[in-house]
């Protein structure tokens, strides 16, 4: 698995060719997983789309890379920036989960041009977060982890993928939690919606009680060119929960966005 050195710290990502055969012209794509996160809470169906290439870091403090982690939005946006021009990557589509969201948002307002659209999943133009998490997280990190853990998943979400998903916020650092909780809490792009021109997916879980639904549904509204999928039944961590409906959907925006660009060059 690859490394990457940016300002003086090993970035850690994983990257998926695209399979042999598979239609020439599709735009890269890159995930950015969300606070408390790290590449592996990206289902393997979206690892490894078929028809793309397909990179996925850690974000500092995060999974493999080194620490520390940031404290702002604006700060994450520089970090993954920085390393779509390391790679010199062309023709790029962000997938942000959550926060992952939030900085996906952050990058289309002024977007390089490298980067063509924008998939937005359990995310919103804003980020609430309780007081009682925000206050805590750093003197009771395992009970605040537990919390967590309880509400990032539909009710009905195995049990296994749950233990799962407490034990990976459990790996963290209690002050890289707080750090990209902070940067949640302090995000409010509402104003600066109608700047980020970008072809969006918006992506949301019908029973997401971390990013609530209406939460997506204001960000597609104040969107110039964005659509909306609800994802049934799906809580914060639907990509996991319901990862082939998900990639699915990514897949055909990917492929549209292709195609649309195709036909402006003919």
């Known amino acids: ?40 809470d990206w289902p393997a169906a979206l690892r490894r789309l078929p028809e793309a290439t397909v990179y996925v870091p850690d974000l500092p403090g995060h999974g493999r890379s ?24 062309e023709k790029v589509v962000l997938v942000g989960h959550s926060m992952g969201g939030a900085i996906a948002l952050h990058i289309g307002q002024q977007p390089p041009p490298q980067v063509v659209g924008l998939v937005i999943v ?16 750093q003197d009771d990190f395992a009970a605040t982890m537990g919390r967590i853990a309880h509400y990032e998943w ?11 998903g407490r034990a990976r916020l459990l790996q963290n650092a209690p002050s890289t939690v707080y750090h990209d909780l902070l940067a949640c809490a302090h995000f409010d792009l509402r104003p600066q919606l109608g700047r980020i021109q970008l072809p969006t997916l918006v992506i949301a879980g019908e029973a997401d009680r971390m990013t609530p639904l209406a939460l997506s549904q204001q960000l597609v509204e104040g969107l110039p060119q964005a659509e909306l999928l609800v994802v049934p039944g799906g809580g914060h961590m639907m ?15 990917v492929a549209r966005l292709a195609h649309q660009a195709a036909g402006r060059g003919a």
């Open 239 to 253: 990509a996991l929960e319901q990862p082939e409906l998900v990639a699915q959907a990514v897949e055909q925006f």
């Open 66 to 89: 080194a620490g520390p982690g940031r404290d702002s939005i604006s700060a994450y946006a520089a970090t993954i920036t920085q390393f779509m021009a390391a790679l010199a990557l």
């Open 122 to 137: 359990g995310s919103g133009a804003c980020l609430p977060v309780s007081p009682a998490i925000l206050d805590h997280v």
């Open 154 to 164: 539909a009710k009905d979400a195995p049990a296994g993928l749950r233990e799962a």
């Open 1 to 40: 698995m690859p490394y990457l050195q940016l300002d003086q710290q090993r970035l850690f990502y994983a990257r998926q060719g695209k399979r042999p055969g598979a239609p020439a012209g599709l735009p890269n794509v890159v995930l950015i997983h969300g606070a408390a996160s790290s590449h592996l």
